[in-house]
T-cell receptor, first 113, second 109 residues
Framework: NAGVTQTPKFQVLKTGQSMTLQCAQD?????MYWYRQDPGMGLRLIYY???????DKGEVPNGYNVSRLNKREFSLRLESAAPSQTSVYFCASSGVSSSYEQYFGPGTRLTVT | KNEVEQSPQNLTAQEGEFITINCSYSVGISALHWLQQHPGGGIVSLFMLSSGKKKHGRLIATINIQEKHSSLHITASHPRDSAVYIC???????????FGQGTRLTINP
């Protein structure tokens, strides 16, 4: 099992550009999450999906959209990137098979100039 | 005031010492997670607990729901335990996590 995979690992964008961060899990988990981690701020929830077909806002959703494409995949889109979105983004998943412990992807380091 | 407070923020100890990291929270929770973030950035779940105590190897986690407090203990600490340890209570059925700032642990040989 690959667990939770994220692409890309690194990305540099100019202000105003758009991009989609991809996340996939092969553990048959129902729930998936997108977090961002900023120095001195800790991890914060951007969006989550409790099950296929549903998505909900977390603590810091502004400037982002998500798609739960199927049970495996949960993508995060930045429509018009801003320097304030420079961060490390983590995807995670959880479900009955993990006793609801969350499994994290390796992260995407995004810089917006 | 932060919903989750961890102490200490930084901890340096010698190999073999007993380590305790504390977490206090103000939100109502369904469970509490302890996570480990390696120096390379990867995040691993150590424990999820909703009552009592859990033990994995040299790591022990306890929670007191009434006092809204959890502790993570490491026995016989080793340099490979050097990492950031993050407390994250979860709210609601969707396991939405609220994160502490983390405790940076350094174990010197």
């Amino acid at each position: 099992n690959a667990g939770v995979t994220q692409t890309p690992k690194f990305q540099v964008l100019k202000t105003g550009q758009s991009m989609t961060l991809q996340c996939a899990q092969d553990m048959n988990h129902n729930s998936m999450y997108w977090y961002r981690q900023d120095p001195g701020m800790g991890l914060r929830l951007i969006y989550y999906s409790a099950s296929e077909g549903t998505t909900d806002k977390g603590e810091v959703p502004n400037g982002y959209n998500v798609s739960r494409l199927n049970k495996r995949e949960f993508s995060l889109r930045l429509e018009s990137a801003a320097p304030s979105q420079t961060s490390v983004y983590f995807c995670a998943s959880s479900g009955v098979s993990s006793s609801y412990e969350q499994y994290f992807g390796p992260g995407t380091r995004l810089t917006v100039t | 005031k932060n919903e989750v407070e961890q102490s200490p923020q930084n901890l340096t100890a010698q190999e073999g010492e007993f380590i305790t990291i504390n977490c206090s929270y103000s939100v109502g929770i369904s469970a509490l997670h302890w996570l480990q973030q390696h120096p390379g950035g990867g995040i691993v779940s150590l424990f999820m607990l909703s009552s009592g105590k859990k033990k994995h190897g040299r790591l022990i986690a306890t929670i007191n729901i009434q006092e809204k407090h959890s502790s993570l203990h490491i026995t016989a600490s080793h340099p490979r335990d050097s990492a950031v340890y993050i407390c994250a209570p979860s709210k609601g059925g969707a396991q939405k996590l609220v994160f502490g700032q983390g405790t940076r642990l350094t174990i010197n040989p």
